[in-house]
């Protein structure tokens, strides 16, 4: 009998690599000497194993794959070329414009240029989402690659108001759509638009496959840009600049995403007649899930994707976003940030990272600043870890946990902007984090709320947030980190090890809390030529004082409603033995905080 060794090799030596340059022809046959044109003619030759390699160039295209690989080893790989920058738009260039008065041009384009989709008559839409009394579409205008806000009426491009409002200033374009013809007046302040490089959103996205079940690809090193994206509530389709479309065992790394009229990443749901039909009921969300679990959600089916190492910006809504297809995946190594910068409509999925369902999710080692919400794990949570993220200047809080019954883990994070924490749910493990923000915990939540059997997607039971079951180990508070709202907890609750400065303030369960009301650690985040760079004051008497407990499965015991354990995700024992730079903890006394025994008085600690 053959080898599995033989196989592999066998199918490895006879994949094809598909090159792809803007000087080739789609006649071609694909060799690095007679190139294709378009990475799409690419994607509809390769099969399962096969690579395509892109150079240099900008390509406006959608690349929608027809087919994904067999296995986690024999995949199919999109990739940019070695050292060579590759663009992927969903726009075009539009020259011709006419001066229209002062600073405001105008362009009218023929409808036939949009096609069967044109973004200046699809309105945004969908369950969850605040339009503000005024229309928004997925179209966009481009200067010299910033987008240009969209204006609700002409006169506010022909006759801007004068405030100190950057929303109300930033250059706006507004447009019309008539039978014929889709006309688009823009205020370009001082410049010349024929002379400069503007561009308009052309495609709803960049690279997604229209088809669900599109499994194994790889998607690598690519800059993907200007996608016009439709808002990505959970109950209906979620589509990104790049997204996986209801598939399993994806790989996106190393991509600079940006420019999304909503969503960058999307590993969410697919689309059906229910979409959007919810109502902004928590039933109508309900419903979807029981859909979704007769439409394939499991492990086996969907999801277990690998998010890494990617660069993602300005888009409106969401970073990464993903309804139920994001669970068993890992997200790490990102950095997500200006998220809902224009901040023209509003919603509740607004986030770096906003997930339904992330069961068995890794959220770790992520950079994530700028956004309205750093990360908002909503409904189903369970055996979610969100570990070593480092989130700061977000403009509503870092970590939201809304209507889960746990358990999920969350250790070793640096949390600095004015809110920190929202622990709206039960069942969380609140493990050696720095917490320099505001907390608020949620009791008596009324909502039916699934609790799912171990490690699956199979719903074990509903049950309403009672609030309380939370531990807190080893964590660092400071200034307005209060506990005190657990005094009411209706489930027991867990506190041992913590600090508390600067008026931070435990709750009646601690046990031997260290309360240094005086003491203040000076924190302050610098972003200095070679990353980011943590300002602590650090008293050797945090950690000196008591005896802490290193956190393990055994310590945290099992979260009430769904009686599980904390654990990894194989269901392997969880021990929190090493820090937020990977530095091995003292098992006998761990260092309070995300650091281990960082050295006393004024420290430097590079973080970014």
């Known amino acids: 009998m053959q080898s599995l060794a033989a196989v592999v090799v066998a199918v490895t030596a006879h994949a094809t690599e598909f090159h792809v340059t803007t000087s080739g022809l789609d006649t071609n046959s694909g060799t690095r000497a007679t190139p294709l044109r378009t990475i799409q003619r690419a994607a509809d030759l390769a099969q399962p194993g096969d690579i395509i390699t892109v150079h240099a160039g900008t390509y406006r295209e959608h690349i929608n794959p027809p087919r994904g690989g067999q296995s986690a080893s024999q995949r199919i790989v999109y990739q940019a070329a070695a050292g060579e920058k590759v663009e992927i738009k969903g726009s075009e260039v539009i020259k011709g414009w006419e001066k229209s008065q002062d600073d405001v041009w105008k362009a009218a384009i023929p409808n036939t240029f949009f096609g069967n989709f044109n973004p200046y008559s699809d309105l945004i839409h969908g369950d969850w989402f605040s339009p503000g009394n005024r229309k928004h579409h997925t179209g966009a205008v481009y200067l010299n690659g910033e987008a240009l806000f969209e204006a609700a009426t002409?006169?506010?491009?022909?006759?801007?108001?004068?405030?100190?409002?950057?929303?109300?200033?930033?250059?706006?374009?507004?447009?019309?759509?008539?039978?014929?013809?889709?006309?688009?007046?823009?205020?370009?302040k001082g410049v010349d638009p024929n002379k400069e490089l503007v561009e308009i959103n052309l495609r709803q996205t960049v690279f997604y496959p229209e088809k669900p079940g599109v499994n194994y690809l790889t998607v690598r090193g690519f800059v993907m840009r200007h996608a016009a994206t439709q808002w990505a509530p959970p109950t209906?389709?979620?589509?990104?600049?790049?997204?996986?479309?209801?598939?399993?065992?994806?790989?996106?790394?190393?991509n600079t995403i940006s420019h999304s009229r909503c969503c960058g990443i999307?590993?969410?749901?697919?689309?059906?007649?229910?979409?959007?039909?919810?109502?902004?009921?928590?039933?109508?969300?309900?419903?979807?899930?029981?859909?979704?679990?007769?439409?394939?959600?499991?492990?086996?089916?969907?999801?277990?994707?690998?998010?890494?190492?990617?660069?993602?910006?300005y888009c409106e809504q969401a970073g990464i976003v993903g309804s139920l297809g994001c669970s068993f995946s890992t997200i790490t190594g990102n950095t997500i940030h200006d998220i809902y910068v224009q901040r023209l409509f509003g919603g509740v999925e607004l986030a770096g990272i906003k997930f339904h369902g992330a069961v068995d999710v890794e959220i770790s080692r992520n950079h994530i600043y700028r956004t309205d919400q750093g990360i908002w794990l909503d409904w189903m949570a369970q055996g979610a870890r969100v570990s070593g993220n480092l989130l700061h200047d977000n403009l509503e809080r870092d970590l939201f946990f809304e209507a889960n019954h746990g358990p999920f883990l969350v250790d070793n994070n640096i949390c600095l902007s004015p809110v920190s924490l929202w622990a709206w749910s039960e069942g969380g493990a609140f493990v050696h984090n720095l917490i320099a923000g505001s907390i608020s915990t949620h009791a008596n939540d009324e909502r039916m709320t699934p609790f799912l059997k171990a490690h699956?997607?199979?719903?074990?039971?509903?049950?309403?947030?009672?609030?309380?079951?939370?531990?807190?180990?080893?964590?660092?508070?400071v200034a307005q980190g209060d506990?005190?709202?657990?005094?009411?907890?209706?489930?027991?609750?867990?506190?041992?090890?913590n600090v508390f400065l600067r008026g931070a303030k435990p709750a009646k369960q601690e046990s031997a809390a260290l309360v240094k009301p005086e003491a203040d650690p000076a924190l302050r985040l610098l972003e200095k030529a070679d990353g980011f760079h943590l300002e602590m004051n650090i008293d050797k008497s945090w950690s000196a004082a008591g005896t802490r407990l290193l956190v393990t499965t055994e310590l945290l015991g099992k979260a009430v409603i769904p009686d599980l354990p904390y654990e990894l995700s194989d269901g392997a024992p969880l021990r929190i033995n090493t820090d937020y730079f990977r530095k091995n903890r003292h098992e006998a006394n761990p260092t309070p905080g995300p650091f281990e025994n960082p050295g006393a008085g004024p420290q430097t600690l590079k973080v970014w």
């Open 154 to 188: 002409l006169d506010e491009v022909l006759k801007p108001r004068k405030t100190k409002t950057a929303a109300v200033d930033n250059p706006r374009w507004f447009a019309t759509v008539d039978a014929a013809h889709t006309t688009i007046w823009a205020r370009f």
């Open 236 to 254: 209906a389709r979620q589509i990104g600049l790049i997204g996986t479309h209801w598939s399993k065992g994806w790989i996106i790394e190393k």
């Open 266 to 313: 999307a590993l969410g749901k697919y689309g059906d007649e229910w979409d959007n039909r919810s109502d902004w009921k928590a039933e109508g969300y309900m419903e979807t899930i029981h859909r979704a679990l007769a439409n394939g959600w499991n492990k086996d089916t969907v999801g277990s994707h690998l998010v890494r190492d990617n660069d993602i910006s």
């Open 456 to 477: 699956s997607t199979a719903i074990a039971g509903l049950r309403k947030i009672p609030g309380g079951d939370d531990r807190y180990y080893n964590n660092v508070f």
């Open 483 to 497: 506990l005190s709202p657990y005094d009411k907890a209706e489930l027991p609750v867990t506190m041992s090890g």
